[in-house]
T-cell receptor, first 112, second 112 residues
Framework: NAGVTQTPKFQVLKTGQSMTLQCAQD?????MSWYRQDPGMGLRLIHY???????DQGEVPNGYNVSRSTTEDFPLRLLSAAPSQTSVYFC???????????FGDGTRLSIL | SQQGEEDPQALSIQEGENATMNCSYK?????LQWYRQNSGRGLVHLIL?????REKHSGRLRVTLDTSKKSSSLLITASRAADTASYFC????????????FGSGTQLTVLP
């Protein structure tokens, strides 16, 4: 019963580097999303997808790209990492965007 | 922008006491959800209450919703050290495009 799996759990990058955060779910959920969590600011939505081939921007999309080629996977790409992107990133999935969300355990990302 | 705001930001109680956390929001909602986040982990869904419901129970959890005051409360009865976590409310806004908006959370510490 894997649920939502995020990799890696920790990552340190230098400013300007690019990387991809992986997210996979095995519950056949159509809706998947990425959030960032910063101290005192709760969760902010970065990008979301309502199904394979469909993505849309959330509240804080700048500096991030997503794609959804399969129902199971929803990777998040940082194009050119900046210190302001230091955060904890959570992937979530659900039947729809307003139903109870299933979260992964997060990726802790530090940009130096 | 955050729709739900939890109060208090931090709460410390003794084991066996009840813990009450509040969530206020600004616009009409379809439903409101509560989540728990243990340190270093992802959020876990606790309970969903719809806009036409006033109270809901799940084990030691009791959630109330007052749509006239645009507020909700989460009560944890007979708290345990294992209840130590951050608690978040999330709102499904009426007329919104398919996603939840999370508050910044209440950090609950239950002392043994």
């Amino acid at each position: 019963n894997a649920g939502v799996t995020q990799t890696p759990k920790f990552q340190v990058l230098k400013t300007g580097q690019s990387m991809t955060l992986q997210c996979a779910q095995d519950m056949n959920h159509e809706y998947m999303s990425w959030y960032r969590q910063d101290p005192g600011m709760g969760l902010r939505l970065i990008h979301y997808s309502v199904g394979a081939g469909i993505t849309d921007q959330g509240e804080v999309p700048n500096g991030y790209n997503v794609s959804r080629s399969t129902t199971e996977d929803f990777p998040l790409r940082l194009l050119s990492a900046a210190p302001s992107q230091t955060s904890v990133y959570f992937c979530a999935s659900s039947l729809t965007g307003t139903q109870p969300q299933h979260f992964g355990d997060g990726t802790r990302l530090s940009i130096l | 922008s955050q729709q739900g705001e939890e109060d208090p930001q931090a709460l410390s109680i003794q084991e066996g006491e009840n813990a009450t956390m509040n969530c206020s929001y600004k616009t009409s909602i379809n439903n409101l959800q509560w989540y728990r986040q243990n340190s270093g982990r992802g959020l876990v869904h606790l309970i969903l209450i719809r806009s036409n419901e006033r109270e809901k129970h799940s084990g030691r959890l009791r959630v109330t919703l007052d749509t006239s005051k645009k507020s909700s409360s989460l009560l944890i009865t007979a708290s345990r050290a294992a209840d130590t976590a951050s608690y978040f409310c999330a709102t499904d806004l009426s007329g919104s495009a398919r996603q939840l908006t999370f508050g910044s959370g209440t950090q609950l510490t239950v002392l043994p």
